[in-house]
């Protein structure tokens, strides 16, 4: 070696020192390879990845085939609304190398682990997979709050146009007049109750029962005929009879018939067979609104039935007011003193149950914004606000001593007959966008591409993954389709198990070679924003990388 024959004597002892440093640097280099510290890696996951339980597992746990950075660990659960499932931080196992984070008991659903560690070495890594308990039903979308679709049946649009035509416009209005009828039927039946109503009220109320009664026989016939129309549109007038006595939605129309017949006994019956027949009927429209479509039925039923009954007390007793007011100003007087209580507290309770139920059909506040059931829903809300003012402004002069003004009454009555027309139109509205299936296809010099998911919904969905590569790079080495939510960097990717199919579609492309991949499983578990990523190593070890994104309702 050249160290080795230089002498000595020319050479001081620091100098020589870095030389023979240098030297050992130099062979290092060249003669050995360093080794490569490897990252962390999943080895184990209890529940795995798809598994499909019968019981909720009493917790999630992680191991990787290293030691974990205890200050950059994170695990968390979500449900199908994007919710976590368990509180507090994950426990160390395994000698520091896993994570067990301990869970509640879970219901039916499709749950997603996502997991963010730092190696050893300073590499984060993370990842997102999916586990089923139970046998969970589809999730609530679109399709499932429509109708037509309950009775077997396409949606049937409006004029090709896309105009009111007079049978939408008669749609509607026979929508509305019914629901107004219905509300002030049950409302006259909730107020006959007040065992201390004056006489004058008392003679008021039993006049509009017989009445309302016959109204609301009127209004139901016309709805359901339109109804009925609207549903069996296209198809033989022995539809219209399957409808009626062979689904739910037909048969709740039958019922709703028969209690407005039935209404036309009221005048002659008690307070409890009133009341009886109240609340059948609100059970019966809460039962085929939307809350019907949700689950838990029974706690969205209900709360559909707490709003509809404070809905029907307030406009029950509104009615009354007016019809007072146009009698016996003075009596009327006094009755808008206790009508005023039992009005702010059937207010705070429609927006209550409102904000609740709204709450719980969109799996986000700004859903409102997408669909026409959004904005007539928001429009029925500023007119509450309006109502609010009023009642404070009447309210005030209550206190006074003074009479309501009839400009003040006539003004509550008119944003009445506005919040019956805004919930005459979006009952038969959508809560929820509808999901069309995914069609996505790039063309490309490097490659060609498409991805089809469907139905593009959360829960269970298909997706396939079709490659064309040129020729001369050959069949792809790789292929993954990742997922992710969107605007959430601590989410993990969910890889979705792609697998070659024989796809019988000739979609072929001169000078490219074809390679189809398909799998199925719920790998969008809840809605959002999401990113899907297919990443193509060809076979000349060149990665190509492609992204869309898309939105779950």
């Known amino acids: 070696m050249l160290i080795g024959c230089v002498d000595r004597k020319w050479m001081p002892a620091p100098l020589r020192l ?52 205890p200050a950059g660990a994170r695990l968390e659960v979500l449900d199908e609304r994007s919710r976590q499932v368990a509180g507090g931080k994950p426990e160390r196992i395994q000698g520091g190398t896993g994570l067990k984070l301990a869970l509640p008991a879970l219901g ?67 929508r509305v007049a019914y629901y107004a009828g219905w509300l002030a039927m049950a409302g006259l039946m909730l107020w006959s109750l007040w065992r201390k109503a004056p006489a004058g009220l008392r003679e008021v109320r039993e006049k509009w029962i ?33 409808i009626a006595t062979s689904t739910t939605v037909g048969r709740l129309y039958i019922a709703e018939l028969l209690l407005a017949a039935a209404s036309l006994l009221l005048a002659r019956l008690g307070a409890g067979w009133r009341i009886a027949w109240a609340a059948l009927a609100l059970l019966a429209e809460a039962w085929s609104g939307h809350a019907a479509a949700y689950a838990p039925v029974g706690y969205t ?27 016996d100003r003075q009596e009327a007087g006094r009755f808008a ?9 059937s207010f705070l309770v429609l927006w209550a149950t409102g904000i609740v139920a709204t709450l719980r059909f969109l799996p986000a506040p700004n859903y409102l914004l997408y669909t026409s059931w959004g904005k007539w829903l928001i429009a029925k809300a500023a007119l509450t606000v309006l109502v609010a003012v009023l009642a404070l402004l009447i309210r005030r002069r209550l206190r006074r001593g003074r009479l309501p003004q009839g400009a003040l009454l006539r003004a509550d009555a008119g944003l009445m007959a506005a919040i019956v027309l805004c919930v005459g139109v979006l009952t038969y509205q959508n809560p929820l966008p509808a999901n069309e299936p995914l069609y996505y296809h790039q063309m490309g010099t490097d490659m060609h591409l498409t991805l089809r998911i469907s139905p593009r919904a959360p829960g269970t969905n298909t997706f396939i993954v079709k490659v064309w590569l040129p020729e001369q790079t050959g069949r792809p080495k790789k292929v993954e389709l990742r997922l992710q939510p969107t605007g959430r960097p601590e989410f993990g990717w969910i890889e979705v198990p792609i697998a070659p199919y024989q ?9 490219y070679v074809k390679a189809t991949y398909q799998a199925e499983g719920p790998y969008l578990p809840f809605p959002g924003k999401w990113e899907a990523q297919v990443r193509v190593t060809d076979g000349q070890d060149n990665e190509i990388v492609r992204t869309t994104s898309f939105r779950l309702y």
């Not at 190696?119 to 679109?142: E, L």
């Not at 307030?314 to 007016?322: A, Q, R």
């Open 18 to 69: 870095a030389a023979l440093l240098a030297g050992w640097l130099f062979l290092s280099a060249v003669w050995f390879v360093p080794s490569v510290q490897a990252h962390a890696e999943l080895e184990k996951a209890t529940p795995v990845q798809d598994a499909r339980l019968d019981r909720s597992p009493p917790a999630v746990e992680l191991v990787f085939n290293e030691r974990l950075d």
């Open 301 to 327: 039923v209900a709360l559909d039935f707490v709003h509809l009954a404070a809905a029907s007390l307030w406009c029950g007793g509104l009615l009354l007011l007016l019809l007072l007011w146009r009698s």
């Open 108 to 174: 039916e659903g499709h749950y997603t682990v996502s997991y963010s560690v730092i190696s050893a070495d300073g590499h984060p890594v993370s990842g997102a997979y999916v586990f089923t308990v139970g046998n969970p039903p589809p999730a609530t979308d679109a399709a499932s709050l429509d109708p037509h679709v309950q009775v077997g049946h396409e949606h049937h649009h409006g004029s090709a146009g896309g105009g009111l035509t007079l049978q939408d416009f008669l749609f509607y209005a026979s």
């Open 503 to 511: 796809d019988p579609e000739p979609d072929a492309f001169t000078g």
């Open 337 to 345: 003193l206790a009508f005023s209580r039992w009005a702010l507290a």
């Open 210 to 242: 017989g009445a309302g009664s016959k109204y609301a026989l009127l209004a139901t016939i016309f709805y359901v005929f339109f109804q009925l129309s609207s549903l069996g549109e296209g198809e033989p007038l022995s539809e219209w009879g399957r």
